[in-house]
């Protein structure tokens, strides 16, 4: 949700971008778990422990434990 509101809609004359709150992780010390989690209003402690799985997702598909689904975060079985 925080990086689809940090689009710009070019057509709709947006300004400035919504800010995701929180720090990039060190890249040279990443922290376990997916990336994302520390920033993500909607992680879950599988989000903190496990990584999202990268084997046959699209490209262009963002990896996530807890995909909104019709607007609501969704937790996807392990």
Do not use: S
């Not at 709709?12 to 990443?30: T, V």
């Not at 599988?46 to 084997?55: E, S, Y």
């Not at 046959?56 to 995909?67: E, K, M, N, V």
């Amino acid at each position: 949700q925080g990086l689809l509101g940090a689009a710009v809609a070019l057509d709709k004359g947006d300004a400035r971008l919504q800010e995701i709150r929180g720090d990039l992780p060190n890249p040279a010390e990443p922290p376990p778990g997916c990336l994302f989690a520390p920033r993500c209003d909607f992680a879950t402690a599988r989000c903190h422990a496990q990584p999202p799985l990268h084997a046959g997702a699209a490209p262009g598909r963002a990896l996530c434990h807890t995909p909104l689904v019709g607007g609501r975060p969704q937790e996807l079985a392990a």
